[in-house]
T-cell receptor, first 115, second 111 residues
Framework: NAGVMQNPRHLVRRRGQEARLRCSPM?????VYWYRQLPEEGLKFMVY????????ESGMPKERFSAEFPKEGPSILRIQQVVRGDSAAYFC?????????????FGQGTRLTVV | LAKTTQPISMDSYEGQEVNITCSHN???????ITWYQQFPSQGPRFIIQ???TKVTNEVASLFIPADRKSSTLSLPRVSLSDTAVYYC????????????FGQGTELSVKP
């Protein structure tokens, strides 16, 4: 059973371009979470999705950021008109259910660099 | 939300036992305590989880006193490869399904 797969591992975008980050959860997992980690900082929750639904997006910036988890295919985190401050590592995690004793599995992350 | 407090950093030497304590004074009755490990340039990895008393697995032990206001992650005989950031989380999935990470403890193991 493959782990959480994120691609690309590294992404370079010029200011103003769009960044699209993909996350394939572990097989059988229907819950996906996105986190952002700035250099030398902790992980900040961004959004929690279940298949075709956004459950909690309280950590998402109000503009330029969006996320989806379609019925088929990977979860996508989209950043429009990127700025230098968007440079960070973006991690995706998945779990089979939402519950008190559920372990979340993280991917290797996508490192976004905005030049 | 149950807030956690951990030391920002710790130093140790190979072969020693390392204990990292996390304070969570306002832990709720239904909250679990979970620890994650993160190596540089990698995603966090689950280490151990517990509710009360003591939990042990092949990697670590977790000690939780009766009042559950703190917990201690114990790493036996650390090696250089245990150098990482260790996060204590409380209330796994009782906040609408999301994990809330604190600052973490940066453990440095020296030869």
């Amino acid at each position: 059973n493959a782990g959480v797969m994120q691609n690309p591992r590294h992404l370079v975008r010029r200011r103003g371009q769009e960044a699209r980050l993909r996350c394939s959860p572990m097989k059988g997992h229907s819950h996906v979470y996105w986190y952002r980690q700035l250099p030398e900082e902790g992980l900040k929750f961004m959004v929690y999705l279940q298949k075709e639904n956004i459950i909690d997006e309280s950590g998402m910036p109000k503009e330029r950021f969006s996320a989806e988890f379609p019925k088929e295919g990977p979860s996508i985190l989209r950043i429009q008109q990127v700025v230098r401050g968007d440079s960070a590592a973006y991690f995706c995690a998945s779990s089979p259910k939402s519950g008190m004793n559920t372990e979340a599995f993280f991917g290797q992350g996508t490192r976004l660099t905005v030049v | 939300l149950a807030k956690t407090t951990q030391p920002i950093s710790m130093d140790s030497y190979e072969g020693q036992e390392v204990n990292i304590t996390c304070s969570h004074n306002n832990i709720a009755t239904n909250d679990y305590i979970t620890w994650y490990q993160q190596f540089p340039s990698q995603g966090p990895r689950f280490i151990i989880q517990g509710y009360k008393t003591k939990v042990t697995n092949e990697v670590a032990s977790l000690f939780i006193p009766a009042d559950r206001k703190s917990s201690t992650l114990s790493l036996p005989r650390v090696s250089l490869s245990d150098t990482a950031v260790y996060y204590c989380l409380v209330g796994l999935y009782n906040q609408g399904g999301k994990l809330i990470f604190g600052q973490g403890t940066e453990l440095s193991v020296k030869p």
